[in-house]
């Protein structure tokens, strides 16, 4: 049997598809970070006095944990230190838009050239896009439609200045800038991001998506998107990003904070391929992200769907607090590292309601040196009687150089709730590829059919067209890297 | 630098063995840098990732580290033959008590040639030269506080060594009594020779008191050799045990462990298995069982550094009242190990509502061409199957302890028979505390 490592080369040379940098004149404060910055950030976008004093106490909590030991060092992952006085903290297009007409014609020739034109999926898709262009939202599109079923969905410095009560009740209610040394970094500077709240009984009536990109150099992005759905609502929100090729490394601390009310139901879908560094592992995003829904209310339901192609490591825990009693929580997610990628990535499922149930599907992939861990959390508290998780976390190699890591945390508290965990690791085995080949099929071909079987239980949870791009971006990803 | 928890505890002492003219100075050496090593670093901290479950209370709040001799009262002696009775009752043993060996208590057997069983302590051709280039090789002094501690402070070792193809037919038994309020440190230093086979058991008990037993095993199996070894940890009371075994595997060497642990203020137990030649196995089975508000814990760790081996990992726990346990399981496949088989489950049973279980099945893999699996669940008894059995008229009590004590006794399904009885009653015993309704046997 032919080697499939046949046309490897063709796959591994193959450029950044989508690595070009834009032009566009940005407004940047110098880089570095003190008060100052920050309160230049918040004067810049006129924030009300709240906002301030929450970002200046972030930046004080964030500056004991620097002091301490910087970065939590616990994740399997490496990567130089992070000299957080080179960042610039802040840049936006100057020109601010005040329709689509105003936007400028270059950044919309780039979301063309990223296959995103906003017309385009105005029409067809039917989807909502609210375009973050490094920090600033930029476009906002079907405001009238969304407004109409009563939803808000703007930019999140919009939301600031126009619904304040709603982002004083729920920001930092998740995650606090005293959760983590990346949400207190996030939680002080952060420029931008999507805001959305669904009204109660509302079933929005389209995907929200934002598409991310990260632009100028040597700006760390630090989005924040706070999604509420109150009583008996449902939201479905894609959020996909890509980035242009460089050298230096990016820094990317989002924060996500999503909060269901009783009833209410969020879907939160990622389709994550931010630049991965080259072939030997130079450039490429840092991706430490920290994403948590909270099932506040009773009988809600939030559900995580990631894939994971993109940046140099990756760092995300999309987490769910099930604190009303018959919640639910779900994490699907397929995280693919090849050549120098490192993914520590995974769940925490706090049970505190009571019948509360989570379901964990993940699915790791690992080629060339890529190392992946999947690294979660299920934690049963002493009243979540009835509670009931199920986890399952296989993995996937396609080298003998590269890893795959499944680290598990089961803690019950209680004996009426059921916990299981299962976990497997291989490779593509002989048998199969063999089966496929004398089919005809050739190698790279059966290597993508059968890693696409293996992914089918997360891409079933995307939404329709998502799920037909991150099949895509799998197969283009995953070509490169099979050995 | 000095931690903290180092200076409240003071300085750890020389013993009698640092003393000692015999004792060679690769030994005094060994000794001295674990004691340099456990003053820098101290007890570990919840910080640790690997003490994340583990609370240290009753150990790092005790006053005197230094081992403790014999007692000298009868009551302990009464104490202990009792327990010796039930738990080691035939057979050749060696018996040691607060880690000072108790030949009266001993019973030899004829040994094949060229095979030593014995205490360092007992007279005999130069036991340290039996020890050379193993003891303090295979338990890593600077990684474990305790295997240092243990080694700065041993004041025996108990000696097994097994000549190349030597086969002892029946289990050779080991019995660590720990008693009174003293702290004892037991060591162990297991040799097979190629080729050989053996069965042996360390028993561990603790009578009256509050004892604090820190052991250390090391076991070394050479190509081609075969050992079936059991741990039998009873804890109880307030006695506070932290055990490790070192497992360095050869080629096509084979190892079985079977360990029975019960709760105490805190019982923990490490096992770590290395691959050092192709075609090793083992096979680690396990039960654990705590009630009251007792803890215990058993931690595990496979290296997988050499290709086409295979663990195999099966443990099960059952958890009452406000009891806490904790299985702690990585499997470690390093790059170039190939065709590695490796599978792990651990299943837990939680009697009450207050019963806490920390699982962490953690693998990490490096390899391609592996078979790796873990599975691990925590839940209460099947609400059918009790049914069915107080549908029989069984009380509740019995009707649980007789599903405790089946889903505990199922990790005994391949002990040879030899040594399947004993583990059989310390599990039913262990059933019996934690459920309050006796779990009967059919030879009984």
């Known amino acids: ?483 | 630098m000095i931690s903290e928890a180092a200076q409240r505890r003071g300085t750890l002492q020389l013993g009698a063995l640092d003393a000692s003219p015999a004792t060679p100075e690769w030994v005094r050496e060994l000794r001295s840098s674990a004691r340099t090593r456990f003053h820098e670093h101290g007890f570990p901290t919840r910080r640790d990732e690997d003490w994340k479950y583990t609370d240290l209370a009753p150990i790092t709040g005790r006053s005197e580290l230094g081992p403790g001799g014999r007692p000298d009262g009868r009551p302990f002696e009464a104490a202990i033959n009792v327990r010796l009775e039930t738990l080691a009752p035939s057979g050749p043993r060696l018996v040691f008590v607060n880690g000072e060996f108790a030949a009266d208590l001993s019973v030899a057997i004829d040994l094949p040639s060229g095979t030593r069983i014995g205490a360092l302590s007992q007279d005999g051709i130069d036991p340290w030269s039996l020890t050379e280039g193993q003891l303090g090789t295979l338990a890593p002094i600077d990684r474990k506080a305790f295997v240092a501690l243990n080694t700065s402070q041993f004041t025996d070792v108990a000696i097994l060594r097994f000549a190349r193809n030597a086969a002892l037919t029946s289990p050779f038994h080991l019995v660590f009594v720990s008693a009174g309020a003293v702290a004892s440190y037991p060591r162990v230093l297991l040799i097979l020779e190629e080729g050989a086979e053996a069965t042996v058991l360390e028993t561990y008990l603790a009578v009256g008191g509050s004892p604090f037993t820190n052991a250390v095993t090391e076991v070394s199996l050479a190509a081609g050799a075969a050992l079936q070894h059991c741990t039998f940890a009873v804890g109880g009371g307030d006695s506070a045990a932290i055990g490790a075994t070192h497992v360095a595997l050869g080629r096509d060497a084979r190892y079985r462990s079977l360990q029975v642990l019960s709760g105490s203020a805190i019982n923990r137990r490490d096992l770590d298995v290395a691959f050092h030649g192709e075609g090793g196995e083992c096979s680690l089975d396990g039960a654990y069982i705590a009630s009251g508000s007792q803890k215990v814990e058993s931690h595990t760790f496979v290296d997988h550094a050499v290709p086409r081996c295979s663990s195999h990992e099966f443990y099960k726990g059952v958890v009452a009242d406000q009891a806490a346990a904790v299985f702690s399981g990585r499997v470690l496949v390093r790059p170039g190990a190939q065709k590695t088989d490796a599978a792990q489950t651990n299943k837990n049973l939680l009697l009450s509502g207050s019963a806490t279980v920390d699982t962490k099945p953690h693998l990490e893999i490096l390899a391609d061409d592996v078979k790796c699996s873990h599975g691990a669940a925590v839940g209460p008894p099947d609400d059918e199957t009790l049914f069915y059995l107080l549908s029989r008229g069984l009380g509740r009590a019995a009707a649980t302890a007789l599903l405790a004590y089946g889903f505990a006794a199922e990790v005994l399904a391949d002990t040879p028979l030899s040594i399947r009885g004993m583990a059989e009653r310390l599990i039913g015993d262990e059933v019996s505390v934690a459920t309050g309704a006796t779990v009967s046997f059919r030879d009984e």
């Open chain 1, 1 to 483: 049997m032919a080697s499939p490592t046949t046309g490897l080369e063709v796959f591994t040379d193959r450029e950044y598809k989508y690595g070009f940098v834009t032009d566009i004149e940005t407004d940047e404060v110098p880089a570095g970070l003190d008060e100052d910055v920050i309160r230049v950030i918040s004067a810049k976008k006129n924030e009300p006095q709240f906002m301030l004093d929450w970002r200046l106490r972030a930046y004080r909590y964030w500056q004991k944990l620097e002091k301490a030991e910087a970065e939590p060092k616990w994740a399997n992952v490496h990567y130089p230190a992070i000299d957080y006085d080179g960042i610039v903290y802040y840049s936006a297009p100057k020109k601010r838009p005040t329709s689509l007409e105003d936007v400028d014609p270059e950044l919309l020739r780039t979301f063309e050239k990223l296959g995103v034109p906003l017309e385009e999926r105005m029409l067809l898709a039917g989807v909502a896009v609210d375009a973050v262009f490094d920090s600033v939202s930029v476009a906002t599109t079907f405001k009238a439609k969304l407004s109409e079923a009563g939803v808000i969905f703007c930019s999140f410095s919009d939301a600031v200045q126009n619904h304040p009560e709603l982002i004083q009740k729920y920001l930092g209610s998740v995650v606090p800038y005293t959760d983590n040394f990346f949400a207190a970094l996030n939680a002080a500077v952060f420029s931008d991001g999507s805001f959305c709240y669904v009204p109660k009984g509302v079933r929005c009536p389209m995907e929200l998506s934002t598409y991310f990109r990260i632009n100028a150099m040597n700006t760390g992005q630090f989005e924040r998107t706070l999604i509420v759905a109150d009583e008996g609502s449902y939201v479905s929100y894609l959020e996909g990003c890509t980035a242009p090729m460089r050298d230096t490394n990016q820094l990317h601390a989002a924060v996500v904070e999503l909060v269901a009310l009783d009833h209410a139901q969020i879907k939160y879908s990622t389709v994550q391929n931010w630049y991965a560094g080259d072939k030997e592992g130079r450039g490429g995003i840092f991706n430490f992200v920290t994403k948590r829904g909270k099932c506040q209310g009773d009988s809600s339901k939030i559900s995580w769907t990631q894939v994971e192609t993109g940046s140099a490591i990756t760092w995300k825990y999309p987490s769910v607090i099930l604190q009303g009693d018959n919640s639910v929580g779900e994490f699907y997610s397929v995280a693919l590292t090849t050549n120098h990628q490192q993914a520590d990535t995974g769940t925490k499922m706090t049970h505190i309601g009571k019948n509360t149930k989570s379901t964990i599907v993940s699915k790791g992939i690992s080629g060339v040196f890529g190392q992946n861990t999947y690294r979660g959390l299920v934690r049963i508290q002493k009243g979540a009687t009835g509670a009931r998780n199920y986890s399952q976390c296989d993995s996937l190699l396609l080298g003998d150089r590269c890893g795959a890591h499944t680290l598990p945390y089961v803690e019950v508290m209680n004996d009426s709730s059921q916990v299981e965990h299962e976990a497997s690791t291989s490779r593509i085995s002989d048998d199969q590829l063999f089966y496929c080949r004398q089919r005809g099929i050739s190698a790279e071909d059966a290597v993508s059919m059968i890693v696409n079987g293996f992914c089918k239980e997360v891409f079933r949870e995307l939404p329709m067209e998502f799920a037909v791009e991150a099949a895509k971006l799998l197969g283009v990803s995953l070509e490169g890297s099979v050995g």
